[in-house]
């Protein structure tokens, strides 16, 4: 087995320790260096790895530090949205670095997504957006019973959201394209709603929003976000010869051949289906084993490569421009600023109950509220 893979975390906090979990479990990595703004944070990460011999992470309350000094190969950035492109940045321009897998959303504008695909193609290094979902078997399986055309044409895909669209959504949006087989999307149209000053991890978002997507193989879909209680991730997916009823866990499909609605449950490759956190634990470690064959060269694609999170994000802000333009939007979207943003700050949405709320305060430490980006 060839060395192991340097690791370096910026931000301690629950995504990277999904990623560190599929660092470990997946065997092809060892993390070296973590950074925080908390040094309680760091403390909190060393106890959840102590078991695993291969974290041996030494602190940086800088991240720039640790880019230099712990000299990672393999980068995850793990901080709320806004710092998701200036840190991709910094470590695809620092020597050493391979390859950066940095959370979703890709970014909080286009603009700057745009940045994180021009500075890791520059410098060679490769660039994962964390939607690890499309490394769940029952996706995986969806989609091959799509090619595989056991319910014929794809029509139409539902799926309902919340918490803001960029935030649930762009889950969902990557997996349209995953379960179509990588199909563009090449138009979008929605409508959004913002009464109150609604914000998620530091990023202002809306209370209520419905997208249709329109696909290069006609096939169209469907998110329902905020509109009722009700989310979940998965999809309903309706064919000319039959349906599937799809879960981050498992999958039904009805078709001719199937008498009724037939149940699958894949087991993972690391997990076996109904395992204690399954989706987490699979879908992290196979992210995880597809980068490292990635860098390692044993394969020349990642399923979650940067192009592939820029189109989940580009559907999303797809739909914010649709609702400030009025219009149906064809992909590329060329605004490159957040068009949500855009319509707060020139007063096309106004807040009817002023007053912010972040979603996410309550995961902030100490007496902070609001913002949980320094330094970027
Ligand atoms: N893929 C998924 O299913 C999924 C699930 C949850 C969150 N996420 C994404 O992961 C990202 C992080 O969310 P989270 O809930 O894990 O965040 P979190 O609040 O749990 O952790 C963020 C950490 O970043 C640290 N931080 C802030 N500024 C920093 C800086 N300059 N240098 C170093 N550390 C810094 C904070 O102190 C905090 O410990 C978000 O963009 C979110 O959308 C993705």
Sequence with gaps: MADKLRVGVIGCGSMT??????????????????????EQAMSDFDEKFAEYSDYKAEHFTDFREML?????????????????????????ATPGVKAVLCEKPMADSLGAAREMLIKTAKNGVKLVIGHQRRFLPAY???????????????????????????????????????????????????????????????????DKALAVFGFENEAQAMIVSDLTPVRWQGARIYGSQGMIEMTTDDL????????????????GEFLKYGEDRFEWIEAGAAQARELADWVEGRSDYHRNNGDNGYKALEMIHGVYESARLHEQVFIPVKTMVNPLEEMINDGHLQVRYPGRHDIRAGQLRGENLGEDIDNA
């Design 252 to 267: 039904y499909l009805m078709n001719a051949n199937s008498s009724g609605w037939a149940h699958h449950k894949p087991d």
């Design 68 to 92: 230099s000094k712990a000299r990672p190969e393999v980068v995850s950035v793990g901080v709320w949205h806004k710092g998701h492109s200036p840190m991709t940045v910094a470590a695809a």
């Design 140 to 206: 995986t399986l969806a989609r091959q019973m799509i090619e595989d055309g056991e319910i014929g044409d794809v029509r139409l895909i539902t799926s309902v959201a919340g918490d803001g669209l960029p935030n649930y959504a762009t889950h969902q949006t990557d997996m349209f394209r995953y379960l179509l087989g990588d199909v563009e999307c090449t138009w979008v149209t929605g409508q959004v709603e913002r009464q109150t000053d609604h914000w998620e991890r530091a990023t202002p978002i809306e």
């Design 17 to 38: 320790t999904n990623h560190t979990y599929g660092y470990l479990n997946s065997a092809r990595y060892e993390v070296v260096g973590i950074s925080d703004l908390s």
